[in-house]
């Protein structure tokens, strides 16, 4: 992107926007409210069910928020991908991010 257009919009109307939680687990009221503002977005707004699962503090073990990770990045009908919450969890899920594997689930094209 150059900065002769950096007033153009990343995301087009319509746009599939998933929402993943590499870190800690996010309330369904929070969800609720995210999707009811997105509706005058254009964007078409969607949570990960792994966004509510709770693992102690977590949206799940390190290993199941990595595989959420790697199959919403391969997801080609996914056009941009939104972390619900960051944290440390974050850090700790990218070591089991099996890179080989999503390379190969991505067809060996960066996303």
Known sequence: MTLSNMDQPLLRDGASVRVIAPSRWIEKSVADDVLKQSETSGLDVSFSEQCFRQHHQLAGDD?????????????????????????????????????????????????
């Open 63 to 111: 290993g199941e928020r990595a595989r959420e990770f790697e199959q919403v990045m391969a997801d080609p009908s996914v056009d941009a991908v939104w972390f619900g919450r960051g944290g440390y969890g974050a850090g700790r899920m990218m070591e089991h991010v099996d890179w080989s594997r999503l390379t190969a689930l991505c067809g060996g094209q960066a996303r």
